[in-house]
């Protein structure tokens, strides 16, 4: 059973950095995507970014340019680096990972932006 743990978030203000990170356990391969979901309070689950395995990328339009996603397949882990934080990015944020049609989730991380 994979496991997903993220680390990393908390408050800054606006305009602030924060850097999300999240290690897969359980499996002996590197899953296919890896990404990032937020979820805000009172608001659906909406996708941030996702990485293959290979490194294609994919952005929320409302986080392209000021977050950037990364991974390292060795270590399992994803990375989320996120600047120029705005309110808006509040939210709990969610590690997302998919192999042969079967989706995981980690527990979830709170990042506030608010001064």
């Known amino acids: 059973q994979v496991q997903l743990v993220e680390s990393g978030g908390g408050l800054v203000q606006p305009g602030g950095s924060l850097r999300l990170s999240c290690v897969a356990s359980?499996?002996?391969?590197?899953?296919?995507?890896m990404g990032w979901y937020r979820q805000a309070p009172g608001k659906q689950r909406d996708m941030i970014a996702t990485i293959t395995r290979y490194g294609k990328k994919d952005y929320a339009d409302s986080v392209s340019g000021r977050f950037t996603i990364s991974r390292d397949n060795a270590k399992k882990t994803v990375y989320l680096e996120m600047n120029n934080l705005k309110p808006e990015d509040t939210g709990v944020y969610y590690c997302f990972g998919e192999n042969y049609a079967r989706d995981y989730w980690g527990q979830g991380t709170q990042v506030t932006v608010s001064s």
């Open positions: 359980g499996s002996s391969v590197s899953l296919n995507i």
